[in-house]
């Protein structure tokens, strides 16, 4: 999760690619992660432990 957040938050518009620590991220990796944020938030709404988990 915070590996997902991080490219979300360095890639902006998700538009080009950016490097993340020596390796190249562009933006099918910055759509990949947006969908893996958008899960971990709709399952942290339905359950608090989760909700801590993710940081949420």
Not at 31 to 49: E, G, I, N, S, T
């Amino acid at each position: 999760m915070k590996w997902a957040k991080r490219v979300i938050e360095e890639m902006g518009d998700g538009s080009g690619a950016v490097m993340i620590d020596g390796k190249m991220q562009d933006d099918a990796t910055y759509k990949q992660c947006q969908v893996m944020v958008d899960l971990a938030r709709m399952l942290a709404a339905k359950d608090a432990d989760l909700a801590a988990a993710y940081g949420f």
